[in-house]
């Protein structure tokens, strides 16, 4: 069973970076079948939006709200994803969930609380 755990979360204020980490398996594996690595958000009241994804191809794809801003990569050989978030802005407040989609399965992550404040 593969369960994502996010770190890297924290407080910030506008204009500031910060970097978002998720191992998407505990489990010591001889390969890693994750054909999408994703980080979601949710902010309080709103529905859970998508942030960034990267394939298994590389490919990648972000929100509009955070293009230019924000950059998703992975390391195979460490089953992780990172989440570069650069000149972030209070409305990037929100809880980020790392989300692993395998073949037959999706499974989320406990999530992360990022807070951009002056």
């Known amino acids: 069973q593969v369960q994502p755990v996010e770190s890297g979360g924290g407080l910030v204020q506008p204009g500031e970076s910060l970097k978002l980490s998720c191992l998407a398996s505990r489990a010591i594996l001889s390969t890693w079948n994750v054909l999408t690595m994703a980080w979601y958000r949710q902010a309080p009241g709103l529905q859970r939006e998508l942030v960034a994804q990267?394939?298994?191809?590389?490919?990648?794809t972000y929100a509009d709200s955070v293009q230019g801003r924000f950059t998703i990569t992975k390391n195979n050989a460490k089953r992780t994803a990172y989440l570069q978030m650069d000149n972030l802005k209070p409305e990037d407040t929100a809880v980020y969930f790392c989300?692993?989609?395998?073949?037959?399965?999706?499974?989320w992550g406990q999530g992360t609380q990022v807070t951009v404040s002056s």
């Open positions: 989300n692993a989609v395998f073949r037959s399965s999706t499974l």
């Open positions: 990267i394939t298994d191809r590389w490919t990648t």
